[in-house]
Nanobody, 122 residues
């Protein structure tokens, strides 16, 4: 499956952004989807994930209550709505796909998009 992320940009602290990831190449509902991020000098970390059916979602504690992951299996897309953004959310955000049940570990995902930069100014 090929993944293409979009929607990053520069936003002020407290603002919102919506990231989108378009998938192609394989039946989308075969894949659990996740969003991860990597800040400069840091390791890639889990942000949010969603089950293949969309019936269950999972979040890192640092974004719980501020970010919402959703998917549209008819359109082959997964979105990440980010509200009340903080400077510490600044990172390159990656969407990822996993054939099988949802996981929260980076190592559990075999397919990655190219990343989109989110910068939150204070």
């Amino acid at each position: 499956v090929q993944l293409q992320a979009s929607g990053g940009g520069l936003v002020q602290s407290g603002g919102s952004l919506r990231l989108s990831c378009a998938a192609s190449g394989r039946p989308f509902n075969n894949y659990a989807m996740g969003w991860f991020r990597q800040a400069p000098g840091k390791e890639r970390e889990f942000v949010a994930a969603i089950r293949r059916s969309g019936s269950g979602t999972f979040y890192a504690d640092s974004v719980k209550g501020r970010f919402t992951i959703s998917r549209d299996n008819g359109k082959n897309t997964v979105d990440l709505q980010m509200d009340r953004l903080k400077p510490e959310d600044t990172a390159v955000y990656y969407c990822a796909a996993r054939a099988g049940p949802v996981q929260v570990e980076v190592s559990g995902y075999g397919y990655w998009g190219q990343g989109t930069l989110v910068t939150v100014s204070s």
